[in-house]
């Protein structure tokens, strides 16, 4: 230790006399503690990664992280050497399953958590402490120096989501993990695929094969849509999963069924199929509540599904069922819930299940913008939990200000402060803040068909629902957020991000 700048340049982790390493904590969500001091570390030609047992899936995930922009080996050992980058699986009192702790010092990196999870939370912190063109996949010029000190974190939520509609239009599977990648790097925890909708059904289902064959067969403006197979659906869980994220899967029901409809007649209360719709209208279509098949369907369907989640949740959608009398949608709900339980899943709804009977543990969506639906109030009350995705601030669909030529604004404009300044624990008002999961940023795709659009939407607005759902409420501070995420710009830069160039945002 010991060693200063421009002091002892021949060891290997010597300190070449350059900019000062960003300081420590200069990460988006902001960590729940910091504690910088002592001397920076820097990543030699020779460092190794020491990470193994249950600490080596992360360490080879580092590994593929630095070796294209450094150009180091940087080997994989089962030993801490002077200069490593240390990952160890240890018991870690109070950190949870996703929490971490980071200590930097000149001689090596240590990140050590109760679980790979947290490795994984770490390794991004890391990695963001890291100058920006370490993102880039081609040799860079280094030094590549973090700021010494320790970083201990923990989650506020254990529920930090992104959604996005693949429905509306429809995404590849590379499309969907490079957005995994983009997410992981915020912290996100689940991935909340949009899978149905009246425009595109977007997932096959061996007992109703015309549902993806022909319901998805097209989406929004005429195109050619397209669906996953089981197996391409299971590469995205299994993708999600080596980014600690766990896949929520939503079959959209009673309304925003048209592709649905389309596919089987016998699914329409008059037996009429209606053709496949590419427009935008919502609330025009909806199951036949009344018929016993529609119970056949949905319960195939999602026993299919439950069987390709590994993780807990089954969202049943249950949005603008406009085309659905308030009975009916009470009566639909009553039937499909169960069916949800029996799978041993738990029910994820839009908020407008709390209008009908949300049964035991299930998780309301909120998505309204006013956060005084009497409702949602008395569920939570009650016991429903809510996740928090108010349109005016958590919805990346939403144009920026008006001249954003992506997007909708039914929700208003949302500026980036605008997606940060909200509180996701006193958002409803008089819901006990106990009562709130997590938060979600949904990206509905009725304006977006290539990568570029769901970066340009979502960055750098979901950093901000993210640092929500991780950063204690204590540390939010729109100063220090926004000069935190103009940091990241120049990362976006080298990951090939293109983003939204907010004039409240310094960018560097
Ligand atoms: C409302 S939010 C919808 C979606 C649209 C979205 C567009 C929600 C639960 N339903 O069907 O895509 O607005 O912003």
């Known amino acids: 230790s010991g060693v200063g700048l421009g002091v002892g340049a021949a060891g290997p982790n010597a300190v070449a006399a350059a900019a000062p390493p960003r300081p420590l904590g200069q990460v988006v969500p902001e960590p729940s503690s910091v504690q910088p001091g002592g001397a920076p570390y820097t990543l030699g030609r020779h460092a190794v990664i020491d990470a193994s047992g249950p600490a080596a899936q992360v360490g080879q995930y580092l590994a593929g992280l630095l070796r294209p922009s450094t150009g180091y080996a940087l080997p994989l050992t089962h030993d801490a050497r002077p200069g490593a980058i240390t990952l160890r699986v240890a018991h870690m009192p109070g950190l949870g399953g996703e929490g971490y702790r980071l200590d930097v010092r000149d001689s090596g990196v240590l990140i050590e958590a109760d679980a790979p999870a947290g490795l994984f939370h770490g390794v991004q912190t890391l990695r963001q402490l890291l100058p920006a063109n370490v993102e880039a996949r081609t040799p860079q010029a280094g030094p590549w120096t973090v700021a010494g000190g320790t970083i201990t974190d923990t989650p506020r939520y254990a529920y930090r989501g992104a959604m996005l509609d693949v429905a509306r239009h429809f995404f590849t599977v590379a499309q969907v993990e490079r957005y995994i990648d983009e997410l992981s790097l915020y912290k996100i925890n689940y991935l909340h695929l949009h899978l149905t909708d009246d425009q595109g059904w977007r997932i096959a289902v061996d007992s109703w094969p015309k549902l993806a064959t022909y319901g998805g067969s097209t989406e929004v403006g005429g195109g050619p849509g397209g669906y996953y197979t089981k197996a391409q659906y299971e590469q995205i869980v299994r993708y999600a999963a080596s980014r600690f994220m766990t896949v929520v899967p939503e079959m959209d029901m009673p309304a925003h069924t ?12 008059d037996g009429v199929a209606p053709p496949l719709y590419t427009g935008t209208n919502v609330g025009f279509s909806s199951l036949c509540v009344a018929k016993p098949v529609t119970y056949t369907f949905v319960a195939d369907v999602l026993r299919e599904l439950a069987a390709l989640t590994p993780g807990p949740y089954l969202h049943i959608g249950g949005d603008e069922a406009h085309s659905t009398s308030a009975a009916d949608y009470t009566t639909f709900t009553d039937k499909v819930q169960p069916i949800v339980t029996g799978l041993h899943k738990t029910v994820m709804a839009w908020n407008e299940i709390t209008d009908a009977h949300p049964v035991k543990g299930a998780i309301a969506q909120y998505w309204g913008t006013t956060g005084t639906e009497a409702s949602v109030i008395a569920a939570a009350k009650a016991g429903t939990r809510l996740v928090m995705s108010p349109a005016n601030h958590a919805y990346m669909d939403m144009k920026y200000d008006k001249s954003t030529v992506l997007g909708l604004n039914w929700a208003g404009y949302i500026e980036v402060e605008d997606a940060y300044n909200w509180d996701p624990a006193t958002f409803v008002k008089g819901a ?77």
């Open 258 to 269: 048209n592709a649905a409809l389309a596919s089987y007649a016998d699914l329409d209360c």
């Open 432 to 508: 006990p803040a106990s009562a709130v999961y997590g938060v979600e940023a949904p990206l509905w795709s009725e304006t977006l068909t290539t990568s570029a659009d769901i970066d340009y939407m979502a960055f750098p607005r979901l950093p901000a629902i993210a640092e929500l759902g991780w950063s204690p409420a204590a540390t939010h501070d729109w100063n220090s957020f926004s000069v935190r995420l103009a940091a990241q710009g120049p990362r976006w830069d080298a990951m090939g991000i293109g983003y939204y160039h907010s004039a409240q945002v310094p960018w560097p």
